[in-house]
């Protein structure tokens, strides 16, 4: 790989993981989030060699064979993804609120969390939702596992 190509170049060409879009260019959007070690970046904005040895994950990570993970399912029962172009980016900032906040998720805090996410369809209700209902779920799913 060149020295200069972005992270978000090398997902979608040579590793055919389409999932975060080229949106913006410009870090604006958020529809090329992806998680880097655990934590949200705008892959349009990170060289390809600084992600090496670390750990990525794309929205195509989130899922198993069998299941979809529990924000995909939660967008899909609120409506969430409209028509899709953002949602790889929101599903990726939301398991970064669910890894950080878990259960004590509220609203400001999930509003805050998505703010460098733009969706022009939803406006916003149903992810907010979706993802508040998800977090919900992983607390009722983590209490009765103990």
């Known amino acids: 790989m060149a020295a200069h190509e972005r992270l978000v170049d090398v997902l979608r060409g040579p590793l055919e993981l389409t999932g975060a879009a080229i949106g913006c260019d410009t870090a604006v ?5 992806v998680l880097l070690d655990g934590r949200t970046v705008k892959s349009c ?3 390809a060699v600084q992600a090496a040895d670390t750990d990525v994950v794309t929205v195509e990570g989130l899922a198993t064979p069998d299941s979809l993970h ?4 939660a967008f899909l029962r609120h409506g969430a993804v409209q028509c899709g172009y953002c949602t790889a980016g929101m599903l990726v900032a939301a398991v970064d609120l669910l890894t950080r906040y878990g259960a004590s998720l509220d609203e400001a805090i999930i509003r805050d969390g998505i ?3 733009l969706c ?3 406006g916003y209700r149903s992810i ?7 977090a919900a779920e992983m607390a009722a ?3 009765s596992a103990r």
């Open 115 to 117: 703010c460098g996410n």
């Open 128 to 134: 907010v939702s979706a993802i508040a209902e998800a």
């Open 45 to 47: 904005t990170v060289l």
């Open 141 to 143: 799913d983590d209490g």
């Open 120 to 122: 022009r369809c939803t």
């Open 70 to 73: 529990v924000l995909q399912a």
């Open 29 to 33: 959007c958020g529809a090329c989030t």
